[in-house]
Structure formats: C-alpha cells, structure tokens
C-alpha cells in the first residue's frame, strides 16, 4: 500500500459547485499535513498546511481525521481558475523531516 | 523575490550523454531536494540535503548523483542518461520545523533523452 493515496480524478464540476478531495496516508506517525496546488506545467505552490483543529482561507477548508488516517479539502463555490491538480504531503514524526507526497487529484471546473 | 531558481529550463539528451541541473535558493533554507514528475506518478524525491555538505538518497536515486557544496546550490547530475530518465524535475528548498516544513519549488527542469 502507497505511503499517501489520492483519487487521481478527475472531477469535473460546473462553476459555483463544492467539491472535496480526501488523502490517506498508512503511518499513524505522521505530524505534518499539507495541501498543494499544481497548475499544468507549472510547479507545486503551497496551497494550505492542514491543523488538528482544522483550517479555512476564504473558499477552502482543510481538515484533519487522525482516528481515520486521512485529510480533506474543501472547496466552495468553485472557480474556473480552481481547474488545477491538488497534491497532499505528509510528514512524518520522529524522522528526516521529509514530505511524502501523493500523486495527486486532478480538478476541472467547467462553466 | 527569486526563490528557488532551476537552470535550464528545458534541455534535449543524446543516451549516455551527462548533464548537470543547477538548483538555486536565497531564503537562506537548510533542506533542498530534487524531485522527478512523471505522469501519473506523482512527485518521486531522488535526493535530499539538510544542510550544506550533506546529502541522502531518496525513493528514485538510481543514476543520479548530487552535491551541496554551498547552502545556496543544490546540483543534480546525470552521468549517462538514459530514456527512462525523460522526465520533469523539481528542486524544492524548505522552510525548518518551527515554520511549518513549507517546500518552495523551482519551475522545472524539462528533460527529453533520446
């Protein structure tokens, strides 16, 4: 089983929609959560660090399950501009300190 | 604002030619990596330094060497290229524990081998 697993997608949802992805990861050790965002051919920008408590930034809402090993991101009243793929990273505790990611969820948001 | 700067962006490979990717920082951060991208697969990390002088294999690090000579620089080098190594590859540099483990990434370096 791969360390951090997302459906790659893609989902596809007209403007003004909500969408979530989810991310699990398999080592109950693991202390650190991140959301990035991916456009075509561009590089990976941090989108959201994801809290115990749980965090929102405008549109978007990261939270953290611990008891069932995954994080969520929620996205409200989706945009065009949304269209991108969304990667999750986790780290561990106690290690190098070293980002696992996943491969990632693709999101298209159509008009 | 530079950040973390890749050259080149873009180069073309012969088999068993060598090349080097150069890696740039200026936010004064200890941890560098570099990652290949490949569709569908995901960001793969090839290697990784916590601090200047240091450096340690990753999940992909077969035919690929590095260095960290300077905290600013990270090089990755291929010594003979190979077409399995066409791939997009990221450097990332990152901020330390207390400010959150926030990787900053290079534009790429797109990398065709023939």
């Known amino acids: 089983r791969k360390e951090v697993e997302q459906d790659p997608g893609p989902f596809n949802v007209p403007e003004g929609a909500t969408v979530a992805f989810n991310c699990t990861y398999s080592n109950s050790a693991s202390q650190s959560f991140f959301w990035y965002r991916q456009d075509c051919r561009k590089e990976p920008k941090l989108l959201m660090s994801?809290?115990?408590s749980g965090n929102e930034d405008g549109r978007f809402t990261a939270q953290l399950n611990r008891a069932s090993q995954y994080i969520s991101l929620l996205i409200r009243d989706s945009k065009l501009s949304d269209s991108a793929t969304y990667l999750c990273?986790?780290?561990?505790?106690?290690?190098?300190?070293?980002?696992?990611f996943g491969r990632g969820t693709s999101l298209i948001v159509h008009p | 604002n530079a950040g973390v700067t890749q050259t080149p962006k873009f180069r073309v490979l012969k088999t068993g030619q060598s090349m080097t990717l150069l890696c740039a920082q200026d936010m004064n951060h200890e941890y560098m990596y570099w990652y290949r991208q490949d569709p569908g697969m995901g960001l793969r990390l090839i290697h990784y330094?916590?601090?200047?002088?240091?450096?340690a294999k990753g999940e992909v690090p077969d035919g690929y060497n590095v260095s960290r000579l300077k905290k600013q620089n990270f090089l990755l080098g291929l010594e003979s290229a190979a077409p399995s190594q066409t791939s997009v590859y990221f450097c990332a540099s990152s901020t330390t524990a207390w400010q959150g483990f926030i990787q900053y990434f290079g534009a790429g370096t797109r990398l065709s081998v023939l």
């Open positions: 330094s916590v601090g200047e002088g240091t450096t």
């Open positions: 990273a986790v780290i561990l505790s106690g290690g190098s300190y070293i980002p696992t």
């Open positions: 994801v809290y115990s």
